[in-house]
């Protein structure tokens, strides 16, 4: 088995809230992946709010978000277990992402170093 | 004469069970844990001059206050003798040691600090889990080998050796258990819930059918979990959501198992058999486990066991396969994603929950099978049977393959008379 980093992008700040039901939706394709025991890593929600995210550029010069320089920003990360970047992808294809907030998922193999 | 006779063959084990394990705990707490054989033959005995002296003078007003009496005299009569032992014989190497905690007290407060200390000694991370549980049924429940055995579905010599080897380990271990200090008590906390819980699901899935050892492997479970809750060090809110759970599945017990012994699937139960009190309870303990933000799989578990106890939601199911969405990612296991299958069918309908399912990679599970056999039963007969079958292959219990093979039966029948397309 691999590990392989999801990572999220969604492009509107108000995907960051999800309703009730999209929630509810989420957490149920979730614990599908941990369910078939593949979750390695329950992961983290990334806060894009003002005051929760700043960037750092060279010459000491910090800017609000991400948000000035890239449409879509990232929000969160996750890490799973499959045998190939081909199941990792059937896994991510499945998440209630797409038909809610039209963002996308970044799928990457995780290089383990001992 | 006849009629007291009657009742001290029934008062006597009785008593034994529940007063053996407090007594030994008391003098080991006393004599420290790399003595307990002493603290063990101490209480033997004293119930062994019970049993000759009530059955020669009748049952004293007080049985336990008899008890509690003899063994401090015999605690007393032993102390007595190691002290002329060391002084006179080993010359007095180490100078009256035992002399100034010559009395052994059994008092509420000590008898209940003994426990407490007693049941941390038990559930010791150096013994496995099984073993663990065995030596809590011997030493903290004052079961016999043979009802561990029988319990265990194994053979007596095989938990003998289990015990043995346990014992020496528990010997070994440098746990102290005349003080309780906070920061020991915490560090094993998880430990002691863990063994508890297992114990306690030893008893609710227990593969003996004999439903009075299962309701007391239960009952003792709880009662510890309970002792737990009486010291302010271990009254935390994981313990009191595994008290909730506890309460909660002791609820129904009575009904999950018809006259003749068979399982009684949960939507055919007899609601009225539920026991209301326990449930009280649960709700209760359930309210206390939820002070604070932990939230630990007892409090799900617990959450779980709450939504199947209370009268009919119309969300009922979405709310437990929400808990079950947050158990699966505390803790893999196949039972779980199952339960969570299940739990999936009850909210968002077979179809889906078939979906999920075939993705599990379970197909060497038996109650996979059963669990996929009642979800394509009514759309797809075909492989409901099929599914039926398999689990059948693979299942052990009698009962439990009676009531698949019935199961199958009624579906073929109902295939057979269904008018041809």
Same mark, same amino acid.
């Given at each position: 088995?691999?590990?392989?980093?999801?990572?999220?992008?969604?492009?509107?700040?108000?995907?960051?809230? @999800?309703?009730? #039901?999209?929630?509810?939706?989420?957490?149920?394709? /979730?614990?599908?992946? !941990?369910?078939?025991?593949?979750? &390695?890593?329950?992961?983290?929600?990334?806060?894009?709010?003002?005051?929760?995210?700043?960037?750092?550029?060279?010459?000491?010069?910090?800017?609000?978000? @991400?948000?000035? #320089?890239?449409?879509?920003?990232?929000?969160?990360? /996750?890490?799973?277990? !499959?045998?190939?970047?081909?199941? &990792?992808?059937?896994?991510?294809?499945?998440?209630?992402?797409?038909?809610?907030?039209?963002?996308?998922?970044?799928?990457?193999?995780?290089?383990?170093?001992? | 004469?006849?009629?007291?006779?009657?009742?001290?063959?029934?008062?006597?084990?009785?008593?034994?069970?529940?007063?053996?394990?407090?007594?030994?705990?008391?003098?080991?707490?006393?004599?420290?844990?790399?003595?307990?054989?002493?603290?063990?033959?101490?209480?033997?005995?004293?119930?062994?001059?019970?049993?000759?002296?009530?059955?020669?003078?009748?049952?004293?007003?007080?049985?336990?206050?008899?008890?509690?009496?003899?063994?401090?005299?015999?605690?007393?009569?032993?102390?007595?003798?190691?002290?002329?032992?060391?002084?006179?014989?080993?010359?007095?190497?180490?100078?009256?040691?035992?002399?100034?905690?010559?009395?052994?007290?059994?008092?509420?407060?000590?008898?209940?600090?003994?426990?407490?200390?007693?049941?941390?000694?038990?559930?010791?991370?150096?013994?496995?889990?099984e073993?663990?549980i065995c030596?809590a049924l011997q030493?903290?429940c004052?079961f016999s080998i043979e009802e561990i055995a029988h319990a265990f579905l194994s053979r007596p010599?095989t938990i003998?050796?289990r015990l043995?080897?346990?014992?020496?380990?528990?010997?070994?271990?440098?746990?102290?258990?005349?003080?309780?200090?906070?920061?020991?008590?915490?560090?094993?906390?998880?430990?002691?819930?863990?063994?508890?819980?297992l114990l306690f699901n030893e008893g609710y899935f227990s593969a003996t059918h004999s439903q009075p050892i299962r309701k007391e492997l239960c009952s003792e479970a709880?009662?510890?979990?309970?002792?737990?809750?009486?010291?302010?060090?271990?009254?935390?809110?994981?313990?009191?959501?595994?008290?909730?759970?506890?309460?909660?599945?002791?609820?129904?017990?009575?009904?999950?198992?018809?006259?003749?012994?068979?399982?009684?699937?949960?939507?055919?139960?007899?609601?009225?058999?539920?026991?209301?009190?326990?449930?009280?309870?649960?709700?209760?303990?359930?309210?206390?486990?939820?002070?604070?933000?932990?939230?630990?799989?007892?409090?799900?578990?617990?959450?779980?066991?709450?939504?199947?106890?209370?009268?009919?939601?119309?969300?009922?199911?979405?709310?437990?396969?929400?808990?079950?969405?947050?158990?699966?990612?505390?803790?893999?296991?196949?039972?779980?994603?199952?339960?969570?299958?299940?739990?999936?069918?009850?909210?968002?309908?077979?179809?889906?929950?078939?979906?999920?399912?075939?993705?599990?990679?379970?197909?060497?599970?038996?109650?996979?099978?059963?669990?996929?056999?009642?979800?394509?039963?009514?759309?797809?007969?075909?492989?409901?049977?099929?599914?039926?079958?398999?689990?059948?292959?693979?299942?052990?219990?009698?009962?439990?393959?009676?009531?698949?093979?019935?199961?199958?039966?009624?579906?073929?029948?109902?295939?057979?008379?269904?008018?041809?397309?």
């Amino acid at each position: 088995m691999k590990e392989f980093a999801l990572i999220f992008r969604l492009k509107d700040m108000a995907h960051t809230k @999800p309703s009730p #039901e999209q929630l509810q939706e989420r957490m149920n394709w /979730l614990a599908g992946i !941990a369910a078939q025991n593949k979750l &390695a890593d329950k992961g983290n929600t990334l806060l894009p709010a003002p005051g929760s995210a700043k960037t750092v550029h060279p010459g000491n010069i910090v800017t609000d978000g @991400p948000y000035t #320089e890239i449409k879509e920003f990232i929000s969160g990360y /996750l890490v799973i277990r !499959a045998e190939n970047i081909e199941e &990792a992808v059937e896994i991510a294809r499945g998440n209630p992402i797409f038909k809610q907030a039209g963002g996308n998922i970044e799928v990457r193999e995780v290089l383990k170093r001992d | 004469m006849a009629k007291d006779q009657q009742l001290h063959k029934e008062l006597l084990p009785h008593l034994f069970r529940r007063e053996y394990a407090k007594m030994t705990a008391v003098l080991c707490r006393h004599f420290g844990l790399k003595h307990i054989e002493i603290a063990e033959d101490l209480a033997s005995d004293t119930f062994l001059k019970a049993a000759e002296n009530w059955a020669l003078n009748g049952i004293p007003a007080n049985p336990e206050a008899w008890l509690y009496t003899v063994a401090k005299n015999k605690a007393r009569d032993y102390f007595k003798h190691i002290t002329v032992f060391e002084k006179q014989v080993q010359n007095a190497i180490k100078p009256n040691e035992y002399q100034d905690e010559c009395d052994v007290e059994f008092s509420l407060q000590n008898i209940s600090d003994s426990q407490l200390a007693m049941i941390f000694a038990v559930c010791n991370p150096a013994n496995s889990a099984e073993a663990q549980i065995c030596l809590a049924l011997q030493v903290l429940c004052g079961f016999s080998i043979e009802e561990i055995a029988h319990a265990f579905l194994s053979r007596p010599e095989t938990i003998k050796k289990r015990l043995y080897r346990a014992r020496s380990n528990l010997r070994n271990d440098h746990f102290r258990i005349q003080t309780l200090s906070e920061s020991q008590l915490k560090a094993r906390l998880h430990t002691v819930l863990k063994t508890l819980y297992l114990l306690f699901n030893e008893g609710y899935f227990s593969a003996t059918h004999s439903q009075p050892i299962r309701k007391e492997l239960c009952s003792e479970a709880l009662g510890l979990t309970l002792v737990l809750t009486r010291n302010i060090h271990t009254n935390t809110p994981q313990t009191n959501a595994l008290l909730a759970l506890m309460c909660f599945q002791s609820s129904r017990l009575d009904a999950r198992t018809n006259a003749q012994g068979e399982a009684v699937l949960f939507e055919e139960q007899d609601k009225a058999m539920w026991d209301k009190t326990l449930i009280e309870k649960g709700n209760y303990y359930l309210v206390e486990a939820c002070q604070g933000n932990e939230i630990s799989k007892y409090h799900l578990e617990a959450g779980i066991a709450y939504w199947h106890t209370t009268p009919a939601d119309q969300n009922k199911w979405q709310h437990i396969l929400d808990l079950y969405n947050q158990l699966i990612r505390i803790e893999y296991s196949p039972v779980t994603a199952l339960n969570r299958i299940f739990a999936l069918a009850g909210a968002e309908g077979h179809e889906k929950a078939i979906r999920e399912a075939e993705t599990l990679n379970l197909s060497g599970n038996t109650y996979y099978h059963q669990l996929l056999g009642y979800l394509y039963t009514g759309t797809d007969t075909d492989k409901a049977i099929a599914h039926y079958r398999l689990a059948m292959a693979g299942i052990k219990s009698e009962a439990g393959k009676q009531s698949l093979a019935k199961e199958t039966e009624r579906l073929i029948q109902n295939k057979n008379n269904a008018p041809k397309a």
